[in-house]
Structure formats: C-alpha cells, structure tokens
C-alpha cells in the first residue's frame, strides 16, 4: 500500500473522491461534460438520498451533488450533479478521459485508488483475475490490504487509465468493477443526451419586471402553451412553458447607458411535468435596437438540477438574447427564473 499526500499533481487521480450520503460512505469519480461537474459512484452508495457529499483528497474540499439514478435497475451505477464552486480546480477531467478500453497486460501493475478520510490518497495493487462483457474481477496482491466498508466506488488503474469502478466484493480479498467501457457508454449516453429542435414560432410582445438587475422582457419566438404558462413568469411565480422547438428571447437592460452586465442564472424546476433546457447560447448588443450588433457571451448546458450560471468579465449590454438550442427531453420546455447582474 502507498499513501500519496496529496493527488493534485495528477488531474486523472484527483477526480477520485468521497462519497458520503446519509450513514453511506464509498468513493466516486468526478468529471466534466458542457461546462457541468458529474459524481460517479455505486447506486447503493447514495440509495435513494437526493444528496450526497462530496470530498476531494488533500487539500480536502467538499461539496453537495443532487444524485439520480437514470441508469439499468440491475447495473449499480449513479449519477449526480455537482455544485462544482467549492471543488477549486477540481473536477477538470473531461468524459472523453473515460473512453478506454480495458487491458492489461501480463505484468503490468493495476492499482487501486481511495481515499482516506484525511484526504491521503491510498494506493493499494491488485491482480487482474478475469474479465466478463460488462465486468472484471480483481484480488488484493497482498493479503494485508482489502475491500473494506467505504471502498465501493474506488476506482482500478493501469498507469494513468482508470480501467473500472468496484461495486462488491466477496471475501474482502477479491473485488468486482464495472469495466471502464461500460461505464463510458452509459454515463456518456446520459449526458450527452438532448433532443434537437429546428424552426422557430412567431414573436410576442412582453412587459418589464424587476429584480436584480433591471430587465425588460422584450419578445420570445416561441408562444407560452397557456395564459398560466406565460414569458413574464420569468420574472414573477410561475413558470414560462413553451412548445417544443428552438427558442430566441431577448431581454432589455433599460437605461441611457447599456448595463455592465457578468452574471447569469436561468433556472427550472428538475420535478416539474416540463423539458428542461439543455443546450443555451447568449449573446449581447449595445446596438439602439435587438436586430444587429449581437456579441458572443456564453455558451453552456444547463445542469440536469434545472442550473444554468453563468460567471464571466463583464461586458457592457443593452440586449441579452438566450437561444435554446437543445432539450434534454420531449415535450414541452419550461423556464422558471432569469436573473443578471
């Protein structure tokens, strides 16, 4: 066994973390995908509990993630989504880190990476055993070491590829990982998902509202479903629900000068019977009217917890225009908050 003070220096074995949910505590791996930090760690680690803590290795920052488990009832896998401002600099490895395929070769070492509760990364070696379509099965090459309680959800490595994740163990001595390409295949298939949308519906007029900064909602391109669904809901209860299909709206930063304007939040509600958006661009102008002049702000997916926060220098506007590109699901979208400041 090796105990690495401090696992910064490697951007693949800092993502490994603590997963702590309720009386659980197992491990989990953190990456990024469309500007979003993911958990991945074993179904029965977080269970059915909403939350779950976060730990990285030393120096130990912690934060929460919102779990779900999308995945196949009998594969023992969850994803969370991850409130990645008190990671620091972690959670930077990108999904396409996981795009691996499981081999070993005779000889070379595997080693398994958890952490203690200090935060000190433990390395312990294994042996590879024997590899099934979606599993690998692997031992503890000293007999000192073993799966303990806590452990599920630590991941095997071959040099610097994570190889798979362990899910059970049967006599402490022996593990079962999920293998690294079904892990891949699965979690990619999930955040990757959207539902693309082309064309567009005729504008409406909307009246200003106020908080934060002031905004003006000036027009949408897609009609609310209902008077109860309506675009001013952005700025007051309810929500602003709309068709599916690709969606332009623009909001006015009223004033003689055009506003400093550095941070975004667009929220929606995960439970609600609507689509979240997924796919968001913003753009900005200082132009007299919302028909030319249109600058580049940001581009980024919404959290599938209904999080869409933007954070950047900022840049002088007098129109915001949000452009929903992508769903994360059929049916109708729906949009509950937009603020800036």
């Known amino acids: 066994m090796l105990v690495i003070s401090s696992a910064s220096s490697n951007p693949v074995f800092a993502q490994i973390v603590r997963v702590e949910s309720g009386p659980e505590v197992g491990h989990g791996f953190v990456l990024r995908h469309g500007g979003v930090c993911y958990l991945i760690?074993?179904?029965?680690?977080?269970?059915?509990?909403?939350i779950a803590t976060v730990k990285t290795a030393s120096p130990m920052r912690s934060a929460s993630a919102?779990?779900?488990?999308?995945?196949?009832?009998?594969?023992?896998?969850?994803?969370?989504?991850v409130r990645a401002e008190g990671l620091g600099d972690y959670c930077r490895t990108?999904?396409?880190?996981?795009?691996?395929?499981?081999?070993?070769?005779?000889?070379?070492?595997?080693?398994?990476?958890?952490?203690?509760?200090?935060?000190?990364?433990?390395?312990?070696?294994l042996e590879f055993e024997d590899a099934r379509y979606l599993t690998f099965k692997a031992r503890m090459a000293r007999q000192e070491d073993a799966f303990f309680r806590g452990t599920s959800g630590a991941f095997a490595f071959v040099g610097d590829r994570?190889?798979?994740?362990?899910?059970?163990?049967?006599?402490?001595?022996?593990?079962?990982?999920?293998?690294?390409?079904?892990?891949?295949?699965?979690?990619?298939?999930?955040?990757?998902?959207?539902?693309?949308?082309?064309?567009?519906?005729?504008?409406?007029?909307?009246?200003?509202?106020?908080?934060g900064?002031?905004?003006v909602l000036h027009s949408v391109t897609q009609p609310p479903l209902n008077s109860n669904t309506a675009p001013e809901n952005m700025r007051q209860e309810g929500a602003y629900v709309f068709p599916a299909g690709r969606n332009q709206i623009i909001f006015r930063i009223p004033g003689v000068n055009p506003g400093a304007l550095a941070r975004i939040d667009l929220r929606s509600d995960p439970d609600a019977d609507y689509a979240l958006p997924r796919l968001i661009r913003v753009e900005v102008s200082t132009a007299a009217e919302p028909t030319a002049g249109w600058r580049h702000f940001a581009e980024a997916e919404m959290a599938?917890?209904?999080?869409?926060?933007?954070?950047?220098?900022?840049?002088?506007?007098r129109w915001v225009r949000f452009t929903i590109e992508t769903a994360q699901d059929f049916g109708p979208i729906g949009i509950e908050a937009v603020l800036m400041r």
């Open 41 to 50: 760690t074993p179904r029965h680690v977080t269970g059915s509990r909403r």
């Open 66 to 81: 919102t779990m779900e488990s999308p995945f196949w009832d009998d594969m023992d896998l969850a994803i969370g989504t």
């Open 94 to 125: 990108p999904l396409t880190q996981f795009d691996q395929s499981l081999e070993v070769d005779a000889g070379q070492p595997m080693h398994l990476l958890r952490l203690r509760d200090t935060g000190e990364v433990e390395r312990s070696a």
């Open 162 to 211: 994570p190889m798979g994740m362990v899910v059970t163990t049967t006599d402490g001595q022996e593990g079962q990982f999920i293998r690294i390409e079904e892990l891949y295949q699965n979690v990619a298939r999930w955040v990757q998902r959207s539902v693309r949308f082309v064309g567009t519906a005729p504008s409406a007029d909307t009246a200003p509202l106020v908080d």
């Open 213 to 215: 900064m002031r905004i």
């Open 304 to 317: 599938p917890d209904g999080v869409f926060t933007i954070n950047r220098s900022a840049q002088l506007a």
